[in-house]
């Protein structure tokens, strides 16, 4: 059984997603401000966590930092509809994915469900002998999916689950392009819908991530009005 933190000001927001979780056969803990979530996480992390951005004590950015320093466990951002500032930050902070209040109770069940199943998919859990699970080396990149373990010039680089994801669909096939759709495809379920600023600020946060080991790297190239390509060094 999969435990779901879900951190929200909203009483009515925890009560009902809690209860949908629950019926749908999640563990859940609830917290109404930031610093009670992060005291619980520093002695025991959930398998997820869902954030409101605008909390008291500790708002849903500072809670993500904090986590980002010791954990890649996925984090989905409840934003206003408004907010599309604090979306694209929040993804490039290192969220997994957001989805806009008021929300579908059921497209965040198959938001949550997604992402659990390819963080079991990456981390090992669901094996076989694919290309998804396999060592792969492509130049100076070293990539392990049943380790979720990734190197770039011999420098352990840490990645979310979809950022992994995106690099993996990317650097599989050096030269090839990948269209954001296709992108998509990997990171996200046929029926969650994403758009383009999504993957892109995802883009973005891995290339910044791969800098920070070697500021020189440039492997991953934007193709305006087509996609991404992964070339190899």
């Known amino acids: 059984m999969s435990k779901i933190a879900l951190v929200d000001d909203d009483r009515n927001i925890l009560t009902s997603v809690s209860m949908t979780l629950e019926a749908e056969g999640f563990e859940v803990e609830t917290y109404n401000d930031g610093q009670s979530a992060l005291d619980a996480f520093n002695k025991k992390m959930p398998d997820m966590a869902v954030f409101d951005i605008k909390m008291p004590r500790m708002d849903g950015m500072d809670l993500l930092q904090r986590v980002r320093q010791k954990s890649k466990m996925p984090v989905i951002f409840l934003t206003s509809k408004d907010d599309e500032i604090d979306e694209v930050l929040g993804l490039r902070m290192g969220a997994d994915d957001y989805v806009k209040k008021p929300f579908s109770q059921r497209l965040l069940v198959e938001r949550i469900r997604a992402l659990l199943r390819r ?60 269209s954001r759709d296709q992108l998509m495809d990997v990171a996200y379920d046929d029926q969650v819908y994403v758009d383009d600023r999504t993957i892109d600020s995802h883009i973005k946060r891995l290339r910044k991530k791969m800098r920070g080991v070697d500021p020189e790297f440039s492997a991953i190239e934007t193709l305006y009005g087509i996609g991404y390509r992964y070339n190899e060094e």
């Not at 380790?147 to 990645?159: E, I, Q, Y």
């Open 119 to 178: 963080q079991e998919a990456v981390a090992g859990d669901i094996v076989g002998d694919t290309e998804e699970t396999k060592l792969m080396t492509r130049g100076s990149l070293t990539m392990d999916p049943l380790r979720h373990a990734v190197s770039w010039k011999g420098r352990d680089v840490s990645l979310t689950v979809t950022e992994f994801l995106l690099l993996q669909a990317l650097a599989q096939r050096p030269g090839f392009v990948k």
